[in-house]
């Protein structure tokens, strides 16, 4: 099971951008998935997470602005976001609770990280 992240890029503040992560291999269903992020220098965040039902979790610091969907179908996670701000600057990391097919408990994934810049 692989979880594959992209979307990240150089965008100037006030900008937007639109991170997808899309999990493969053998997987009978996805709990809990969403996103978090590490900057220089400080401990990974969590940005935002969705159930498979569709609640939602997000950072104080980024409501209002980031969006977390999630294609149940597709095993795929996307986290739009807009009115970007120089300290949104991290590598972004998708994480996810995955129940492989023929067993009952979730595992946790992490992705490989896409590394998103804002400029002032």
């Known amino acids: 099971v692989q979880l594959q992240a992209s979307g990240g890029g150089l965008v100037q503040a006030g900008g937007s951008l639109r991170l997808s992560c899309t999990a493969s291999g053998s997987i009978f269903s996805i709990n809990g998935i969403g996103w978090y992020r590490q900057a220089p220098g400080k401990q990974r965040e969590l940005v935002a997470t969705?159930?498979?039902?569709?609640?939602?979790t997000y950072a104080d610091s980024v409501k209002g602005r980031f969006t977390i969907s999630r294609d149940n179908a597709k095993d795929t996670v996307n986290l739009q976001m807009d009115s970007l701000k120089p300290e949104d600057t991290a590598v972004y990391y998708c994480?996810?609770?995955?129940?492989?097919?023929?067993?009952?408990?979730?595992?946790?994934?992490w992705g490989q990280g896409t590394l998103v810049t804002v400029s002032s």
């Open positions: 994480r996810a609770e995955i129940i492989y097919s023929g067993t009952y408990y979730p595992r946790e994934h």
């Open positions: 969705i159930t498979r039902g569709g609640s939602t």
